[in-house]
């Protein structure tokens, strides 16, 4: 490690290649959520939002909007849905525009 620092700063690299494959290890790191729209009530989005700590998930009319840069993955929301939330297993969340990182999932009338 530290002779390719070196090396690296000899020449002025600043950045390295990206890896050719994903490690397997990532499967096992924490991600922020990804809702079924079909199960998701009025009900059971207010839950999810007083379930958030970070405030990453609020309520706008009839939309659940996650902000996933807000999100820690902590997957407290997962704990409450009953099943309308899974892991997403997208772990790499890079973009130039901060709205892509808004996500608004359609809420359904009444109950289950």
Known sequence: MASWFLRGL???VVTTRYPRAIDAWTATLPTPPTFDASRLTDQLADRLVGAC???ALTREGLSLVLDV???SA???CIAVSGGAARPSGV???ATAHRERLVKRIPIRSGEL
Request: glycine fraction near 14%; charged fraction near 25%; proline fraction near 7%.
């Open 10 to 12: 000899r020449k002025g």
């Open 53 to 55: 700590p970070n405030g």
């Open 69 to 71: 840069a807000t999100c």
């Open 74 to 76: 902590c997957a407290r």
């Open 91 to 93: 772990f790499e969340l």
